[in-house]
Protein backbone atom coordinates (compact mmCIF):
# COMPACT_ATOMS: atom_id res chain seq x y z
CA UNK A 1 0.00 0.00 0.00
CA UNK A 2 1.58 3.60 -1.32
CA UNK A 3 2.17 5.54 1.89
CA UNK A 4 4.21 9.12 3.54
CA UNK A 5 4.86 8.98 6.79
CA UNK A 6 6.32 12.22 8.78
CA UNK A 7 8.18 12.83 11.52
CA UNK A 8 10.78 15.08 13.10
CA UNK A 9 8.04 17.89 13.70
CA UNK A 10 8.09 19.60 17.52
CA UNK A 11 8.12 22.83 19.73
CA UNK A 12 10.90 24.93 19.13
CA UNK A 13 11.90 29.07 19.74
CA UNK A 14 12.56 31.15 17.82
CA UNK A 15 15.80 31.11 15.67
CA UNK A 16 16.01 27.52 15.65
CA UNK A 17 16.16 24.74 13.77
CA UNK A 18 14.00 21.21 13.18
CA UNK A 19 14.65 18.78 10.27
CA UNK A 20 11.49 16.91 8.84
CA UNK A 21 11.73 13.61 7.73
CA UNK A 22 9.18 12.04 5.31
CA UNK A 23 9.51 8.05 4.01
CA UNK A 24 7.35 6.76 1.11
CA UNK A 25 6.50 2.93 1.11
CA UNK A 26 4.38 0.72 -1.02
CA UNK A 27 4.64 1.29 -4.97
CA UNK A 28 5.74 4.65 -4.86
CA UNK A 29 8.84 5.15 -6.82
CA UNK A 30 12.13 6.32 -5.59
CA UNK A 31 12.55 8.61 -8.51
CA UNK A 32 9.05 10.72 -7.61
CA UNK A 33 8.92 14.49 -7.32
CA UNK A 34 8.39 14.92 -3.43
CA UNK A 35 7.60 18.00 -1.65
CA UNK A 36 6.52 19.76 1.58
CA UNK A 37 3.43 21.77 2.12
CA UNK A 38 1.99 23.37 5.11
CA UNK A 39 -1.18 24.47 6.57
CA UNK A 40 -2.14 27.09 9.39
CA UNK A 41 -5.32 26.97 10.83
CA UNK A 42 -7.56 29.13 8.86
CA UNK A 43 -5.36 29.49 6.12
CA UNK A 44 -4.42 27.83 2.82
CA UNK A 45 -2.24 24.99 2.66
CA UNK A 46 0.82 26.52 0.56
CA UNK A 47 3.88 25.33 -1.02
CA UNK A 48 7.25 24.96 1.09
CA UNK A 49 9.32 23.27 -0.88
CA UNK A 50 9.76 20.60 -3.76
CA UNK A 51 12.21 18.52 -5.09
CA UNK A 52 12.68 16.38 -8.49
CA UNK A 53 13.54 12.73 -8.75
CA UNK A 54 16.60 14.56 -10.55
CA UNK A 55 17.82 16.61 -7.53
CA UNK A 56 16.34 20.39 -9.08
CA UNK A 57 14.56 22.32 -5.67
CA UNK A 58 12.35 24.93 -5.78
CA UNK A 59 11.19 26.83 -2.44
CA UNK A 60 8.22 29.09 -1.76
CA UNK A 61 9.43 32.31 -0.96
CA UNK A 62 9.23 32.70 2.50
CA UNK A 63 11.58 30.02 3.43
CA UNK A 64 14.49 30.55 0.90
CA UNK A 65 17.27 31.13 2.45
CA UNK A 66 16.48 29.37 5.56
CA UNK A 67 15.21 25.79 4.58
CA UNK A 68 16.30 23.19 2.33
CA UNK A 69 14.72 20.21 0.69
CA UNK A 70 16.99 17.26 0.24
CA UNK A 71 16.49 13.51 -0.83
CA UNK A 72 17.94 9.72 -0.49
CA UNK A 73 16.41 7.74 -3.43
CA UNK A 74 17.60 4.77 -2.06
CA UNK A 75 15.52 5.33 1.19
CA UNK A 76 12.74 6.51 -0.39
CA UNK A 77 13.32 9.57 1.56
CA UNK A 78 12.60 13.40 1.80
CA UNK A 79 14.05 15.50 4.06
CA UNK A 80 13.56 19.25 5.01
CA UNK A 81 15.83 21.21 7.21
CA UNK A 82 14.76 24.04 8.55
CA UNK A 83 16.41 27.05 9.91
CA UNK A 84 15.96 30.50 11.19
CA UNK A 85 12.27 29.12 11.99
CA UNK A 86 10.21 31.79 12.95
CA UNK A 87 6.44 31.97 14.55
CA UNK A 88 5.04 32.50 10.77
CA UNK A 89 6.45 29.16 10.31
CA UNK A 90 3.82 27.19 12.84
CA UNK A 91 2.13 24.84 11.16
CA UNK A 92 1.16 21.25 10.12
CA UNK A 93 4.01 20.55 7.55
CA UNK A 94 2.55 16.99 4.82
CA UNK A 95 4.95 15.21 2.85
CA UNK A 96 3.64 14.83 -0.88
CA UNK A 97 4.76 12.89 -3.95
CA UNK A 98 3.40 12.41 -7.56
CA UNK A 99 3.58 9.96 -10.37
CA UNK A 100 2.73 11.19 -13.97
CA UNK A 101 -0.18 8.98 -15.56
CA UNK A 102 -0.68 10.94 -18.59
CA UNK A 103 1.85 13.72 -19.42
CA UNK A 104 0.04 15.58 -22.14
CA UNK A 105 -3.14 16.14 -19.92
CA UNK A 106 -1.31 16.28 -16.74
CA UNK A 107 -2.99 13.64 -14.91
CA UNK A 108 -1.48 11.92 -12.11
CA UNK A 109 -1.65 9.76 -8.79
CA UNK A 110 -0.42 11.46 -5.76
CA UNK A 111 -0.28 10.63 -2.37
CA UNK A 112 -0.49 12.69 1.35
CA UNK A 113 1.35 12.03 4.43
CA UNK A 114 -0.81 12.34 7.48
CA UNK A 115 0.98 15.86 8.52
CA UNK A 116 3.35 16.40 11.51
CA UNK A 117 3.25 19.65 13.91
CA UNK A 118 5.99 22.80 14.23
CA UNK A 119 5.37 25.26 16.37
CA UNK A 120 8.21 28.06 16.87
CA UNK A 121 7.56 30.08 19.78
CA UNK A 122 8.05 33.75 19.81
Known amino acids: QERLVESGGGLVQAGGSLRLSCTAS????????MGWYRQAPGKQRELVAT???????DYGDSVKGRFTISRDNAKKTVYLQMNSLKPEDTAVYYCHTYSIVDITIDLRNEFWGQGTQVTVSS
Open 51 to 57: ISGGGTT
Open 26 to 33: GGIFSSNP
